[in-house]
Every structure is written in C-alpha cells, then in structure tokens.
C-alpha cells in the first residue's frame, strides 16, 4: 500500500504472495484503500507469474529464504524486470538453532539465508549483483535479528 502512495496515480505496483489466506487480505486492502494502480498477482512455487518485462524495480523483504525453487525463482525475476531494472533482497542470516522453512533447499543453514546463497542463486539467472548492505539491527518488535540487502540490476541489451 505504501509503495502505491509513493508511485502515484501513474505509476504501477505490482504485489505477489502464494499463501491464499495472505493474497485475500492484500486485495481486501488494496479495496478498501482504493488503490486503482495496484495490481495483485498470485505467485506460484517456480514462478511469479509477473508478466514480461513489467517492472523497474523490485523489492522483496524477509520472503527470500522460503523459496523452495530460488533459481526458478530467480530466472522470473529476471524475466520480469525491465532491460536496467533493479532488484532489492532484504532478508536475514540463519540462526543455526532454528529449523528453516519446509521445502526450501538443504543447503540453507537453518532459518534465513546467507547474502552469497542469494547472489549465488539470483545471478545465475543472469542479473548483476550490484551490492550488499549488512547488518542492521531489525525495527520490528520482539524479532532482534540482524538484515542485510542484496541488490541486483538487469543488464541493459
């Protein structure tokens, strides 16, 4: 909703997310706020189902490290960002005490993902790691866990 606001009437933003329960609240709010530059799109397991070369930019926060499909994943992202366009992760390094999500890849230490699994995963489908930002305590309650940002650009043809 707040990207919607920052963009403007003109602008688009496109919101992605698999879970049903999670995909209904976020059109319920995109209603009730009257946001007509929002378009909803229910994500799959091996893609974001983003059509072509829709998006400058996208930004993902704390959902990387439950793909259970990153590079399939990651080879949408790069279909759906436009020749330039950019990419921001945001996530957190596992905590080796605590199991990570179901399905995602045994090679994932626990709950999160190191910066390097991402930009292992992201630029073999073709995008250009541009940076890494780290360790930031997190602003949210009771979380106390320590983010970094990975970002990305598609290659201009």
Aim: proline content about 8%; glycine content about 8%; aromatic content about 6%.
């Amino acid at each position: 909703l707040e990207m919607a606001r920052r963009v403007g009437p003109t602008g688009r933003v496109y919101s992605t997310e698999l879970d049903p329960g999670r995909l209904a609240a976020i059109r319920a709010a995109v209603s009730r706020e009257q946001l007509a530059n929002v378009t909803v799109v229910e994500a799959g397991e091996r893609s974001t189902n983003l059509p072509e070369a829709c998006c400058e930019a996208i930004f993902m926060r704390d959902v990387y490290h439950h793909f259970s499909n990153p590079r399939e994943i990651a080879r949408s992202l790069f279909a759906a960002l436009k020749p330039g366009g950019r990419l921001a992760v945001i996530d957190f390094e596992p905590r080796s005490a605590s199991p990570g999500p179901g399905g995602v890849p045994a090679s994932r230490e626990g709950h999160g993902i190191r910066p390097d699994a991402i930009a292992g995963e992201i630029t073999s489908a073709g995008l250009l790691q541009a940076g890494t930002v780290m360790d930031w305590l997190e602003d949210r309650p009771r979380q106390n866990r320590r983010l970094f940002l990975v970002l990305f650009r598609k290659p201009q043809p």
